[in-house]
């Protein structure tokens, strides 16, 4: 949830980086979105829904059926990673501040579902 707060709050990694880490990041190429999104891809998250969605009672049409989703979704992530930098361009740097946001409220809501959710089991009888 931090860090979907940090993306809603313009501005506010600027009070943590010296001036002169400022400077030096305007003059390269910004790389981060790689190395960002990977976790996100094939993180714990990820592989806990490979796992759950394997059952004991799968047919081999279910099986299938997983197959093809874990397909088409590595297709998808194909399709964005590589058209990325033209999404960038296309977007400018106000754009991207936009999705960044977009993004940081989706993932500041998950985070609170996850919260309000291990709240209401804790408090369960």
């Known amino acids: 949830?931090?860090?979907?707060?940090?993306?809603?709050?313009?501005?506010?990694?600027?009070?943590?980086?010296?001036?002169?880490?400022?400077?030096?990041?305007?003059?390269?190429?910004?790389?981060?979105?790689?190395?960002?999104?990977?976790?996100?891809?094939?993180?714990?998250?990820?592989?806990?829904v490979c796992i759950s969605l394997f059952t004991e009672r799968l047919s081999y049409f279910d099986m299938g059926l997983i197959f093809v989703g874990f397909v088409l979704v590595a297709l998808a992530a194909?399709?964005?990673?590589?058209?990325?930098?033209?999404?960038?361009?296309?977007?400018g740097r106000p754009g991207m501040a936009a999705l960044a946001r977009i993004m940081g409220f989706i993932t500041l809501a998950i985070g609170v579902n996850f919260m309000a959710t291990a709240i209401k089991a804790l408090f369960q009888e």
């Open 78 to 91: 194909y399709i964005i990673l590589m058209s990325s930098l033209r999404l960038t361009r296309f977007l």
């Open 1 to 48: 949830m931090r860090s979907a707060f940090d993306l809603l709050t313009p501005g506010g990694n600027r009070d943590r980086v010296s001036p002169a880490a400022l400077e030096e990041s305007m003059h390269k190429n910004d790389i981060s979105f790689t190395p960002l999104a990977m976790p996100m891809l094939s993180g714990p998250g990820s592989i806990a």
